[in-house]
T-cell receptor, first 115, second 109 residues
Framework: ETGVTQTPRHLVMGMTNKKSLKCEQH?????MYWYKQSAKKPLELMFV???????ENNSVPSRFSPECPNSSHLFLHLHTLQPEDSALYLC??????????????FGNGTRLTVT | GQNIDQPTEMTATEGAIVQINCTYQ??????LFWYQQHAGEAPTFLSY??LDGLEEKGRFSSFLSRSKGYSYLLLKELQMKDSASYLC??????????WGAGTKLIIKP
């Protein structure tokens, strides 16, 4: 059982739809992350929030819009996606952002398919 | 550019030992992580190395050589449940995490 919960586990959406991914962490961590995981590729960092403030945005297309209302919740709002956006989207948390030994704790991810 | 290299796939036999290598080229170094990811599940933290040498945790050990830009994860007494992908990640000089593409480990009876 993970201390980071993501919903939904699976999502199929058309290119004109709008949907949101939700992440909740129960670990009391101060930093939360969105990653994209595609087959046989390294994890791609999308967004980082530290104490509810966005600290990193890695040139992610504007069709992905994050929201962090408090330190326990993180959303990823999706609109007008492309088929190449189909991937596993992982949420993670850590005690602090960017410190050396602090490991990430991941959720089980949302498997997104864009049709 | 920064890069992490690890084998795409490895196969080993139940009860045996397997070593998964990871080499890295990064701008600075602030530690190396290993994670395990079963299919359809979250990556889970296995180990962290920041100093040279071997760290042992039960059946799993992780080794680091900073001068060679090299690490390995050693799995002993392999069990079927060890079939998973193993991800290597390095914190660079700016504390950014650089990820490898992962090694899929297949355990055969």
């Amino acid at each position: 059982e993970t201390g980071v919960t993501q919903t939904p586990r699976h999502l199929v959406m058309g290119m004109t739809n709008k949907k949101s991914l939700k992440c909740e962490q129960h670990l009391g961590h101060n930093a939360m992350y969105w990653y994209k995981q595609s087959a046989k590729k390294p994890l791609e960092l999308m967004f980082v929030y530290s104490l509810e403030e966005r600290v990193e945005n890695n040139s992610v297309p504007s069709r992905f819009s994050p929201e962090c209302p408090n330190s326990s919740h993180l959303f990823l709002h999706l609109h007008t996606l492309q088929p190449e956006d189909s991937a596993l989207y992982l949420c993670a948390s850590s005690q602090d952002a960017g410190t050396g030994s602090s490991p990430l704790h991941f959720g089980n991810g949302t498997r997104l398919t864009v049709t | 550019g920064q890069n992490i290299d690890q084998p795409t796939e490895m196969t080993a036999t139940e009860g045996a030992i397997v070593q998964i290598n990871c080499t890295y080229q990064t701008s600075g170094f602030n530690g190396l992580f290993w994670y395990q990811q079963h299919a359809g599940e979250a990556p889970t933290f296995l180990s962290y190395n920041v100093l040279d040498g071997l760290e042992e945790k039960g059946r799993f050990s992780s080794f680091l050589s900073r001068s060679k830009g090299y690490s390995y994860l050693l799995l002993k007494e392999l069990q079927m449940k060890d079939s998973a992908s193993y991800l290597c990640a390095v914190r660079d000089g700016n504390y950014q995490l650089i990820w490898g593409a992962g090694t899929k480990l297949i355990i055969k009876p």
